[in-house]
T-cell receptor
């Protein structure tokens, strides 16, 4: 089973600042997803990236899949308090003939007004 | 509203109790999942059901017993749990399993505390 490390583990920033969250693995994934989980709720899918080097944008959020499909980053521009939450990456792996998602360790973001 | 509901939202139980967690999905999906989310640990897949048949059991202790009577309902029966089983238990569903790049829709979770 592959391991996904996310950094930083915790991040507290002021409204309006920019930030980048990283998701790293030593192994290759066929695709990678990013989720946001707000307190008291389950994770909600933000994006799926599939191709090495792929960049996707979702309003102020920019997601990039590494060229070698081993890592990914999430960049937030002009963070807002509504961005507060736990950000999870999940890499898709093929194991025993089935596809499964392996979740990262998470980055807990707090944006202060 | 994600279309996946879980009850109860919070549960406190002693180590000798028997309780059940319930999950219901209103999305017409065929696959349902149980995950465990503990502090400082990645989300762990516990069980997968596809068309009511269990297709995954990731070495989960027998004190956790899943049940899937139909594609819309999933239960997790709990018996003689340990304090280290305290966690957020998340249910999810997807159209099918194990198709690639499936979007999983998560419920809000049941926060379990074992005393």
């Amino acid at each position: 089973t592959q391991l996904l490390e996310q950094s930083p583990q915790f991040l507290s920033i002021q409204e309006g600042e920019n930030l980048t969250v990283y998701c790293n693995s030593s192994s290759v994934f066929s695709s990678l997803q990013w989720y946001r989980q707000e307190p008291g709720e389950g994770p909600v899918l933000l994006v799926t990236v599939v191709t090495g080097g792929e960049v996707k944008k979702l309003k102020r959020l920019t997601f990039q899949f590494g060229d070698a499909r081993k890592d990914s980053s999430l960049h937030i521009t002009a963070a807002q308090p509504g961005d507060t939450g736990l950000y999870l990456c999940a890499g898709e792996e093929l194991a025993s003939g089935t596809y499964k998602y392996i979740f990262g360790t998470g980055t807990r973001l707090k944006v202060l007004a | 509203e994600t279309g996946v509901t879980q009850t109860p939202r919070h549960l406190v139980m002693g180590m000798t109790n028997k309780k059940s967690l319930k999950c219901e999905q209103h999305l017409g999906h065929n696959a349902m999942y149980w995950y465990k989310q503990s502090a400082k640990k990645p989300l762990e897949l516990m069980f997968v059901y596809n068309f009511k048949e269990q297709t995954e059991n990731n070495s989960v202790p027998s004190r956790f017993s899943p049940e899937c009577p139909n594609s819309s309902h999933l239960f997790l029966h709990l018996h003689t749990l340990q304090p280290e089983d305290s966690a957020l238990y998340l249910c999810a569903s997807s159209q099918d399993f194990p198709e690639t790049r499936e979007t999983q829709y998560f419920g809000p979770g049941t926060r379990l505390l074992v005393l």
